[in-house]
T-cell receptor, first 116, second 109 residues
């Protein structure tokens, strides 16, 4: 149990376009989802925390208008990178936490975004 | 501020034992996690410690000392597939994970 999927696994887009990444909890209801990005050989950097039905809480330095997060249901959260630029190229990972769990996070497989 | 320190890289021999250390400073504490991450993949959960002491799970064990702000991950009978990055993460009072930069473990035959 506790499987989280992400789609797409890899995406290449042109500078100036927008890209949507989906994160789904397949066999549990995720009250909280987290979005991370990771640069090569660097640690995970938390971008935002989203709770179902409410606005996401963004970490300092993360532009909420550039990285749009929607947690519309208990099994789906989306991250849209708007007007992407080459510096947005990164590995984006989501994780989900179920109800009744204070600590356990289940990670999706990640999405490799390359902006050309 | 909040901070996690772990070595950048370690090398060990197949069949041997390796200990990866992690020290942490967080605002409040709700447990210490270890994750394994292979290149290009998402992290996978290895262990969670919230009480002092050693937790053993097969070839992997994790230790925590809350008074020292210290943890280690012990890997026994190393296999080539254990070559990966090992991430230490501490959970603060808001149940947010504070991540270390990871320790790249290289296993040599």
């Amino acid at each position: 149990g506790a499987v989280v999927s992400q789609h797409p696994s890899r995406v290449i887009c042109k500078s100036g376009t927008s890209v949507k990444i989906e994160c789904r909890s397949l066999d549990f209801q995720a009250t909280t989802m987290f979005w991370y990005r990771q640069f090569p050989k660097k640690s995970l950097m938390l971008m935002a925390t989203s709770n179902e039905g409410s606005k996401a809480t963004y970490e300092q330095g993360v532009e909420k208008d550039k990285f749009l997060i929607n947690h519309a249901s208990l099994t789906l959260s989306t991250l849209t990178v708007t007007s992407a630029h080459p510096e947005d190229s990164s590995f984006y990972i989501c994780s989900a936490r179920g109800p009744g769990s204070d600590y356990e996070q289940y990670f999706g497989p990640g999405t490799r975004l390359t902006v050309t | 501020g909040q901070n996690i320190d772990q070595p950048t890289e370690m090398t060990a021999t197949e069949g041997a034992i390796v200990q990866i250390n992690c020290t942490y400073q967080t605002s409040g504490f709700n447990g210490l996690f270890w994750y394994q991450q292979h290149a290009g993949e998402a992290p996978t959960f290895l262990s969670y410690n919230v009480l002092d002491g050693l937790e053993e799970k097969g070839r992997f064990s994790s230790f925590l000392s809350r008074s020292k702000g210290y943890s280690y991950l012990l890997l026994k009978e190393l296999q080539m597939k254990d070559s990966a990055s090992y991430l230490c993460a501490a959970m603060d009072s808001n149940y947010q994970l504070i991540w270390g930069a990871g320790t790249k473990l290289i296993i040599k035959p």
